[in-house]
C-alpha cells in the first residue's frame, strides 16, 4: 500500500498540481494504496469483532447486580524459568477484571477461573496459575472455583455449563477479552447459558487519527487475531458445535 503511494507521489514529483485527468489516476492510486493497508491498521479488529457484541453489552448491563456467578475462561501462561508458570497477558488481564467485578458484587460471588493442563500433565492448569497470580498477597478471601479439565472455549463452556447446574446458578457473567467475547458467548449459548457479557478492554479506541490507517506490527498482531477468530467460528459451525443462531441471535437475550 504504501509502495503504490509512493509511485503515485514519484510519478508526479515533477509536477504537484496534476491535469485533472492526471489527478484522478493518482487518487484512485492513493485510494487503492489506503485500502490494502487496512489489513494491518490498528481500527480493523474492532470492526469485525467488537461491533457485534456491542449491542447485547449494552443491553445486558442492568443485570450485572444480579449476577450469582463469575466465569473467567484463561488465555495461556508462560514458563519464564526460575519464576516457574506466569498466566499470559490475556489471562492477567481477565483474571484482574474478575477479581475487580467479583469485589463490585460484594465478594461473595463465586468466581470460577476455567481453564486445564493446555501444556501437558506435567505443567499446572491454566486456572491454577492464573489464581496464583492473584491470591499470593491478597488480604481478602473469597470464594474462587477452579475448572481445570477444559482446553479450549468449545470444553470451558461443557465443563461451566455442568458446575452452574450443579450449583443452580441463574445469572452468570462472562469474563473474556474483548476480541474473544464473539465467540465465547456463541459457545456458551450452545450449551445454554445465557451468560452476561463482561468484555475486557484490550483494543484501540479514542478519536481516529492517520495513524489508525497506516500499517503496523499491532495492527499485523491484531488482525492476525480477528482472522483466528472468525475462522473458530466457522470452525465451530462446520463441526456441528456452533449454530448460525447462537453467533447472531435473534434477539438481545435478557
Not at 458467548?185 to 447459558?193: E, N, S, T, V, W
Amino acid at each position: 500500500g504504501l509502495g503504490l503511494l509512493g509511485w503515485a507521489l514519484w510519478r508526479q514529483r515533477a509536477c504537484w498540481w496534476p491535469s485533472p485527468r492526471r489527478r484522478v489516476s493518482v487518487l484512485l492510486v492513493v485510494l487503492t494504496g489506503l485500502l490494502l493497508c487496512l489489513p494491518v491498521t490498528s481500527r480493523v479488529l474492532f470492526a469485525l469483532l467488537v461491533a457485534p457484541t456491542q449491542g447485547v453489552v449494552a443491553a445486558r448491563q442492568a443485570d450485572l447486580p444480579a449476577a450469582d456467578i463469575i466465569i473467567a475462561p484463561t488465555a495461556g501462561m508462560h514458563h519464564i524459568g526460575p519464576a516457574g508458570w506466569q498466566p499470559s497477558r490475556h489471562t492477567y488481564l481477565r483474571t484482574a477484571a474478575a477479581y475487580h467485578l467479583q469485589n463490585q458484587l460484594g465478594g461473595r460471588v463465586p468466581l470460577v477461573l476455567t481453564g486445564g493442563r493446555t501444556h501437558g500433565a506435567e505443567a499446572p492448569s491454566e486456572a491454577w496459575v492464573a489464581q496464583q497470580g492473584f491470591e499470593q498477597g491478597r488480604a481478602e478471601i473469597t470464594p474462587v472455583i477452579l475448572e481445570e479439565n477444559s482446553l479450549n472455549t468449545f470444553e470451558n463452556a461443557i465443563e461451566v455449563a455442568r458446575l452452574l447446574t450443579d450449583r443452580l446458578a441463574q445469572m452468570p457473567v462472562l469474563v473474556v477479552s474483548e476480541e474473544h467475547l464473539w465467540r465465547a458467548l456463541a459457545y456458551f449459548r450452545a450449551r445454554g447459558i445465557n451468560a452476561i457479557p463482561y468484555p475486557v478492554a484490550t483494543l484501540t479506541r479514542g478519536p481516529l487519527s492517520l495513524a489508525d490507517f497506516l500499517p503496523s506490527a499491532q495492527g499485523l498482531s491484531q488482525n492476525t487475531t480477528a482472522l483466528q477468530e472468525i475462522f473458530k467460528i466457522l470452525g465451530g459451525v462446520s463441526s456441528g458445535h456452533l449454530q448460525w443462531h447462537d453467533i447472531f441471535p435473534a434477539s438481545h437475550q435478557a
